[in-house]
C-alpha cells in the first residue's frame, strides 16, 4: 500500500513562516497528482494547494501569494512553503496523493495523517 508522512508543522507567529514537507512510500508507480488541505477546528477541510506531475500548480484565493507548493518526483515528496503566516492560517494540514499503483491501473487517493500547524502570538 501507500503511506503518506506529513512534517513540519508546529507553532509560528503572525508574519512568520513554516515550510511542510510530505513523502509518499509503498508501492507507487505513478503520483499525478500532490497536494495539500487544511481543517481548521468546527470547519470542513478544504484545499490549499495542488501541483501536477507536470508541475502546473493550483492555489486557494486565500493563502495565493503566500504560500507555494513544490514537488520533488524522484522522491514521491511535496513541499509546502507558507510565508506571511495569519491566525486564520491556523489548522491541521494534510497531504493528498492521487496515486498509480501499476501501468494502466486506476488512479487512488491516499491521505497523510496531518501536522498542526498554530499561527499565534
Known amino acids: 500500500q501507500v503511506q503518506l508522512v506529513e512534517s513540519g508543522g508546529g507553532l509560528v507567529q503572525p508574519g512568520g513562516s513554516l515550510r511542510l514537507s510530505c513523502v509518499a512510500s509503498g508501492s507507487i508507480f505513478s503520483i499525478d497528482v500532490m497536494g495539500w488541505y487544511r481543517q481548521a477546528p468546527g470547519k470542513e477541510r478544504q484545499l490549499v494547494a495542488t501541483i501536477i506531475n507536470g508541475g502546473t500548480t493550483n492555489y486557494a484565493d486565500s493563502v495565493n501569494g503566500r504560500f507555494t507548493i513544490s514537488r520533488d518526483n524522484a522522491k514521491n515528496t511535496a513541499y509546502l512553503q507558507m510565508n506571511s503566516l495569519k491566525a486564520e492560517d491556523t489548522a491541521v494540514y494534510y497531504c493528498?496523493?492521487?496515486?498509480?499503483?501499476?501501468?494502466?491501473?486506476?488512479?487512488?487517493?491516499?491521505w497523510g495523517q496531518g501536522t498542526q500547524v498554530t499561527v499565534s502570538s
Open positions: 493528498k496523493a492521487i496515486v498509480r499503483l501499476r501501468t494502466g491501473a486506476p488512479l487512488y487517493n491516499y
